[in-house]
């Protein structure tokens, strides 16, 4: 007959993992933090081969974590700021394609408003975010979605998902198999446009890339 023994867990073996699971998340925010530093100090210096007058902090977001904000003076001095996330900064750093110019280029947007442009007030309170949400952000995508692909059958609107919450919507009705549908979450749109990004991009660029999908663009 063979004889069995039940292994109990002591209170030692708990102390060990619970030592061994914050040293890992120890670990692990240290190299957040250093993924941030080395993040922010690149943008920097991309900026810098543009512009003289450059400055910068990293603030978090509670839902999407750091956000990497920059300042940049033009020739009379006049501030304009905007705003990046960790993940599109990191991606576009590692892909190549000239990155310098590519955060240069929000700056030269923002610069065709004379007199600089600081960051828009944010919402004090869900009313206001939803009147916001309301009356600027979602009617400012409509337009834009419909004007970049003018002439085409193109659906927007707003749905429901189950994961993100309220999300714009949008796509092409004319495809029949497989996706057709670009959903980005409403907060997602409102963080973008609080930090003088234009939401419509991401949607804009979803689309192009469901278009290409389809072989309906180069």
Not at 15 to 26: L, P, R, T, V, Y
Not at 141 to 156: I, K, N, P, T
Not at 170 to 185: L, T
Request: hydrophobic fraction near 40%; proline fraction near 5%; include cysteine.
């Amino acid at each position: 007959m063979k004889q069995t023994m039940n292994k109990e867990t002591t209170n030692e073996e708990i102390g060990e993992n619970q030592e061994q699971e914050q040293d890992q998340a120890a670990k692990a925010q240290e190299q957040l933090g250093e993924l941030v530093k080395a993040v922010f100090h690149n943008g920097l210096v991309a900026l810098k081969t543009h512009f003289e007058d450059v400055e910068g902090q990293v603030v978090n977001q509670e839902v999407y974590g750091p956000v990497f904000m920059y300042q940049v003076k033009d020739d009379s001095d006049n501030a304009y700021v905007t705003g990046f996330l960790l993940r599109e900064l990191v991606a576009r750093f590692q892909s190549g394609k000239d990155p310098a110019s590519w955060l240069a280029s929000f700056f030269y947007e923002l610069m065709k408003t004379p007199g600089g442009k600081m960051l828009p007030r944010p919402p004090a309170s869900e009313d206001e975010a939803k009147a916001m949400i309301d009356n600027v952000l979602v009617p400012q995508c409509m337009a834009a979605v419909r004007e970049e692909f003018d002439g085409l059958d193109v659906h927007v609107g707003l749905q429901w998902h189950n994961e993100y919450g309220p999300v714009f919507e949008s796509g092409f009705p004319e495809i029949k198999d497989g996706n057709n549908v670009c959903a980005v979450p409403l907060h997602l749109l409102l963080t973008q446009m609080l930090l003088n990004r234009d939401p419509s991009e991401i949607i804009i660029q979803g689309l192009y890339n469901i278009r290409k999908e389809h072989g309906l663009e180069s």
